[in-house]
């Protein structure tokens, strides 16, 4: 599917405004990124020589004996990656081991009682002062053990003091190097998986130190290197065109995998900086809701209802627990289309036949700022999925849905007469009625992306469509229809 190049560009430049802006935020950043040590990580990985699909990279583990993970410590689908690679690989290989950052060497002990049952995980976590020294969500890291109890994979500490001190990174590396090599030379035959920053993966930094060990002991180095999420490398997926890739290949032996936004991993370092701070495990989203918020206001050009959306009694206690942005895009949208409806104060009163549509076209604009947001925004065809198998054996229905969730058809006039059949008949259940508005909003926000992004609507296109106040009979039908001809 081709994009406009100059549709890439502007939402690219709008993803990097809001990250640019929780960078910001964030303060202690800029000083992080100028460190020599970084920046020779971030100079190494500044292009990519193709798309690839993850599955290439499980080939390639099988035929390696140390596999490198790059882990960012703040953000758990970091650590979600690596115990699911590790499952995937286990099915594969059968002799793996683990050695991950979080637990040092001399606590391997510790580590061994605990993987065997003899402590609980509150003692191991303390008798290796895990909050002390590492600081990170455990609930993350949880999930690797968890892969490696279950699996009954072997399971190491690699790192070594100083931890904190940027400026022995040098003799930490080092220590830990010779830990990696250590591992492998007890048991050439295995293959190591080595969780660790994603900093220290730069060539010449630990893959270069251990290859150097092993060399001198005589032992064979295949090295596989799986990063995660690397900024530069996300920016030019999204810049030409490549906005789902998964995963793409920088180089022999060297791969890249993509499971979050800039915005979603920046994010998560604030977090961490925020518990650290206010030693608050609950964490506060009120500065990343209102970037997002305003990203999204400046985008659709609502300057004049902007004050009165920032000012939503609800707005900041709307995400008491785990922020997810695809939920957040469509919480704004719903309350920007709200506004420009007047209806924030005093909904209007409708047939329910009115309601279902303006409920669709409500997840449709949530969508479409999803997609904003974050280009691989899915789950529509596991959400049809559902539906239609609660549909049951309404055929003409069936095939009404069907089209309408297909971004590559044009549904007829019998198609939505079908739909809205069924809706005045009130067919099913209230659950299904509300999961059906919710796909076909979700159908049809892709359908809007799609359009924007080709450069057949515009952003004054997506910003009537907020306004219309759907305050007639039929007319959020007619509007939703109209909608498919765009």
Not at 363 to 368: A, D, Q, T
Request: net charge neutral; with cysteine.
């Amino acid at each position: 599917m081709t994009y406009s190049r100059q549709r890439l560009k502007e939402v690219t430049a709008l993803k990097r405004e809001a990250v640019r802006r929780i960078q910001n935020d964030i303060g202690e950043m800029g000083a992080s990124l100028s460190r020599k040590y970084t920046q020779e990580f971030n100079r190494e990985f500044q292009n990519f020589e193709s798309v690839n699909d993850p599955a290439e990279i499980l080939e390639q583990a099988r035929q390696a004996n140390l596999i490198w993970i790059g882990d960012y410590h703040a953000l758990i689908q970091s650590q979600t990656y690596a115990s699911e690679f590790l499952r995937e690989l286990k099915a594969h290989k059968r002799d793996i081991a683990v050695a991950v950052e979080p637990v040092f060497a001399r606590n391997q002990e510790i580590l061994d009682c605990w993987m065997a049952g003899k402590i609980s995980e509150q003692d191991f976590l303390e008798r290796i002062h895990y909050r002390e020294e590492w600081g990170c969500d455990w609930e993350g890291y949880k999930t690797i053990f968890a892969a490696a109890r279950e699996l009954d994979i072997p399971i190491y500490g690699a790192d070594c003091h100083p931890r904190n001190d940027m400026r022995s990174i040098s003799r930490r590396d080092l220590g830990v190097a010779r830990r990696v090599a250590r591992l492998l030379a007890n048991d050439p035959q295995r293959t190591l998986v080595v969780v660790f920053g994603e900093s220290h993966l730069a060539n010449n930094h630990l893959p270069q130190r251990v290859r150097a060990i092993l060399e001198r002991k005589g032992i064979e180095s295949r090295q596989l290197l799986v990063l995660q999420n690397i900024d530069a490398l996300y920016w030019k997926l999204q810049e030409t065109g490549f906005d789902q890739a998964r995963a793409v290949r920088v180089r022999e032996g060297c791969y890249c995998v993509f499971n979050a936004t800039p915005i979603e991993k920046y994010e998560s370092f604030r977090q961490y900086l925020h518990k650290c701070i206010e030693e608050d495990s609950c964490g506060d989203w009120t500065l990343l809701a209102q970037t997002l918020m305003e990203t999204m206001i400046n985008f659709l050009a609502m300057d004049k209802q902007a004050e009165r959306l920032m000012s939503l009694p609800e707005f900041d206690s709307l995400w008491a627990g785990q922020f997810e942005i695809g939920n957040a895009a469509e919480e704004f949208a719903r309350f920007i289309h709200q506004a420009c409806r007047g209806e924030l104060d005093k909904p209007i009163e409708r047939a329910a036949r009115d309601q279902f549509f303006v409920n669709v076209i409500e997840h449709g604009l949530g969508y479409f700022c999803s997609k904003v947001l974050d280009s691989s925004r899915d789950g529509i065809e596991s959400l049809a999925g559902r539906v239609l198998s609660q549909i049951g054996r309404n055929e003409q229905l069936t095939r009404a849905i069907e089209l309408l969730i297909d971004p590559g058809k044009r549904p007829g006039a019998q198609h939505f007469a079908a739909l809205r059949s069924a809706i005045e008949a009130r067919a099913g259940k209230q659950k299904t009625k509300r999961m059906l508005a919710q796909l076909l909003g979700y159908a049809l926000g892709r359908r809007l992306y799609i359009a924007y992004m080709q450069s057949r609507i515009s952003r004054k296109d997506i910003h009537a469509i907020f306004h219309d106040p759907l305050n007639t009979p039929l007319r959020p039908l007619e509007c939703y229809r109209e909608l498919h001809l765009l």
